[in-house]
């Protein structure tokens, strides 16, 4: 027999995007509350990106906020440019700062990393203040943002610190040989098969990512299974082993 309940007062959480949701589930607040609605959005108060060779706070106030794989290094690479990103305990490392907006501060420009977007802090703070060690998966090294924004504890000129270990392959890179080359030379590995990949990739004719194939999603997703499956390290160990040994 299946009994079916009907909540006359349940919602998703709205907007019902990854960035906002899941900040909903990491704060619980409202948009309104962590200030962030959308991973591309638009501020008043900053300025566009500082760009390459950098020109920060040239071109603002107002500027679109845009956290997702524009921020990578190499948003063509799965490690987003920087093999640290995978092979470490931070994948924000992948982060460029030339590509994030930026606030004047006492009339110094200063990049606004995800975390410091973010007007709250995250359950991740709270789990840290108990001594505990915290892990996160996610798609873009953009998700620092759920480090949360907490001005004693979190760093304002570099990748968040709330997340003991976050691992976040680029999802929108390449789905190319390189990339699937890339992960093997890394000492990664998938528990998908490796998928048929674009010939084209990289190049200057690049358009299908990961996500763009069953194959693709399949393979991206097992590299995340692997790497969840490899236990957390304790106290004594600085840098985590993400092989299949």
């Known amino acids: 027999m299946r009994t079916e309940v009907a909540g006359a007062n349940a919602f998703t959480t709205k907007p019902s995007d990854s960035f906002p949701g899941l900040l909903a589930q990491l704060t619980g607040g409202t948009s309104k509350s962590t200030g962030v609605y959308y991973d591309d959005s638009y501020d008043r108060t900053l300025f566009a990106p500082a760009g390459n060779p950098p020109a920060p706070c040239a071109s603002g106030p107002g500027a679109e906020t845009n956290n997702a794989e524009n921020l990578d290094k190499d948003q063509h690479s799965i490690d987003g440019g920087v093999p640290a990103s995978l092979t470490g305990l931070n994948s924000a490392v992948a982060i460029d700062p030339n590509h994030l907006p930026g606030q004047l501060v006492h009339n110094v420009c200063s990049p606004v990393w995800p975390h410091n977007f973010v007007r709250t802090n995250t359950i991740f703070q709270v789990i840290h203040r108990h001594h505990l060690r915290t892990a996160w998966s996610d798609k873009h ?44 030379s890394l000492g990664l590995h998938s528990t998908a098969p490796a998928p048929v990949t674009d010939p084209s990739c990289p190049g200057s004719n690049c358009g299908s990512d990961f996500t763009s194939s069953i194959d693709g999603i399949e393979y991206y997703d097992g590299i995340k299974v692997a790497s969840t499956a490899t236990p957390i390290p304790g106290p004594s160990r600085s840098v985590r082993q993400r092989s299949s040994a």
Do not use: C, K
């Open 141 to 184: 090294p953009a998700y620092d943002l759920i480090n949360g924004n907490d001005p004693d504890s979190q760093p304002t000129n570099g990748p968040g610190t709330n997340v003991d270990d976050f691992f976040s392959a680029e999802i929108n890179s390449d789905l190319s040989n390189a990339n699937v080359q890339l992960i093997a």
